[in-house]
């Protein structure tokens, strides 16, 4: 099971964290992704985190923006998103898959119910 918890509304420029709750599976031995799916788009890849290989992976549009990070001890995994633009307006999803990071949602097993983040310009 995974719980996101952190979205909201905020203004261009602002900043939130994302939180993910993972429960249910052995999470070291699992890879974390964000995806994002704004109205009338496809669910993208935002970021992931892999603790077995030790590797991350960025969206281009928000490198330098955006960072993803875990905590084994809390089965926990956060997405910190600085200078939010109105683009970036979507409901936000943390999912999980055994070991290696994809880019790809349907390559996930587990998902969270989804966080909605509002950018207003």
């Given at each position: 099971q995974l719980v996101e918890s952190g979205g909201g509304l905020v203004q261009a420029g602002g900043s939130l964290r994302l939180s993910c709750v993972a429960s249910g599976f052995s999470f070291d031995d699992y890879a974390i992704g964000w995806f994002r799916q704004a109205p009338g788009k496809e669910r993208e890849g935002v970021a992931c985190i892999s603790n077995t290989?030790?590797?991350t992976w960025y969206e281009d549009y928000v490198k330098g923006r955006f960072t993803i990070?875990?905590?084994n001890a809390k089965s926990m995994v956060y997405l910190q998103m600085n200078n939010l633009k109105p683009e970036d307006t979507a409901i936000y999803y943390c999912a999980?898959?055994?070991r290696s990071i994809s880019v790809t949602a349907l390559n996930y097993d587990y998902w969270g119910q989804g966080a909605q983040v509002t950018v207003s310009s």
């Open positions: 290989y030790d590797r990070a875990s905590d999980a898959r055994a």
